[in-house]
């Protein structure tokens, strides 16, 4: 694993005001930008080997393959970054990138400072489980 990259998007999602319409604003299109870096920092980083970032009207969700011997595939998920409490992101264990539903159960990371620490962990601790 190379340097800690240093996230933007955890701590910037409190900071936006996003706006709202009937299309993603400048502002969402521009956290996004943000936020496809900050998973390519991952991926340089060697934390994660691949990544796919997906929006929504005003939503975004993320499959990520950990960097572990079994190339672990992650989903996380942000509703609506409008009206939702922007403290945690939505984390679960997949089989695939096409698996929304996952076999793991949900569970969440708290967005801020600590997000990477927390997300490493959370790889970390389930690398070794197998999945149904």
């Known amino acids: 694993m190379n340097k800690m990259p240093i996230l933007n998007f ?21 956290f996004m930008r943000t936020v496809h870096g900050d998973f390519k920092k991952m991926k340089n980083a060697g934390i994660i080997t691949d990544y796919k970032v997906k929006t929504g009207h005003f939503y975004f ?18 509703s609506d970054v409008r009206h939702f409490s922007p403290d945690s992101i939505l984390i679960r264990r997949t089989k695939d990138y ?13 967005l801020g ?9 959370f790889l970390l601790m389930n690398s070794t489980k197998t999945f149904n």
Do not use: W
């Open 98 to 110: 096409k698996d929304y539903t996952g076999g793991m159960g949900n569970n969440y990371i708290a």
């Open 113 to 121: 400072d600590t997000f990477l620490d927390e997300l490493i962990l």
């Open 10 to 30: 955890p701590t910037k999602i409190k900071e936006i005001d996003f706006g709202s319409g009937t299309r993603n604003t400048p502002e969402f299109k521009g």
């Open 61 to 78: 969700y993320v499959f990520i393959t950990a960097n572990d011997e079994n190339k672990s595939v992650y989903y996380l998920s942000v």
